[in-house]
């Protein structure tokens, strides 16, 4: 496989719910991000990961718990999620900061909480 | 405060004819500016992307005109094609090591044949 992978694709989950979005690159790129597009607004960063380590939380609450065991894979752990949390979740890599070239993007998995 | 500003939610234009899509930022640091195009169910795909450097820069019917005194960028799209009907999103960042993309609330083209 090329790219970004992430799955599931589509995922319905309660309020009480523990699920967990996985997203997979092959693009030896070293950088990793998540973000969040609800309807209507812009793409939200969530966490940065660089080689790994978290190098940015933007004010993301707790029940969103990320994990980047190594530079390949990113994982979104969800807990007790609200409502409003519904919405198209995407995973992106770059080889550094991403600049000219940008990011490449996952297709998002589509998250809905009853 | 958002320092990417898409202000035309929508934008119709009939095949062959030219897309202009606009992008106003605030943050002057900004060094390179980028256009990613989404289709429904799918993730953004990178455009094109210009430095803060240059005023122009083109990709076969793609072109990104950027203006810094007006703080302000676009994207033309000649001849638009029925394909092209899509989000567009401008995006923005400061450095290439370590700057995060910043995104604009996106602007849905609609090419009509």
């Known amino acids: 496989e090329t790219g970004v992978t992430q799955t599931p694709r589509h995922l319905v989950m309660g309020m009480t719910n523990k699920k967990s979005l996985k997203c997979e690159q092959h693009l030896g790129h070293n950088a990793m991000y998540w973000y969040k597009q609800s309807a209507k607004k812009p793409l939200e960063l969530m966490f940065v990961?660089?080689?790994?380590?978290?190098?940015e939380n933007n004010s993301v609450p707790s029940r969103f718990s990320p994990e980047c065991p190594n530079s390949s894979h990113l994982f979104l752990h969800l807990h007790t999620l609200q409502p409003e949390d519904s919405a198209l979740y995407l995973c992106a890599s770059s080889q550094g900061g991403g600049g000219y070239y940008g990011y490449t993007f996952g297709s998002g998995t589509r998250l809905t909480v009853v | 405060d958002q320092q990417v500003k898409q202000n035309s939610p929508s934008l119709s234009v009939q095949e062959g004819r030219i897309s202009i899509l606009n992008c106003d930022y605030t943050?002057?640091?900004?060094?390179?500016f980028l256009w990613y195009k989404k289709y429904p169910a799918e993730g953004p795909t990178f455009l094109i992307s210009?430095?803060?450097?240059?005023d122009k820069n083109e990709d076969g019917r793609f072109t990104v005109f950027l203006n810094k005194s007006a703080k302000h960028l676009s994207l033309h799209i000649v001849p638009s094609q029925p394909g092209d009907s899509a989000v567009y999103f401008c995006a923005a960042s400061e450095d290439n090591q370590g700057g995060k993309l910043i995104f604009g609330q996106g602007t849905e083209l609609s090419v009509k044949p």
């Open positions: 210009i430095s803060s450097i240059k």
């Open positions: 990961y660089n080689f790994k380590e978290q190098t």
């Open positions: 943050n002057s640091m900004f060094d390179y």
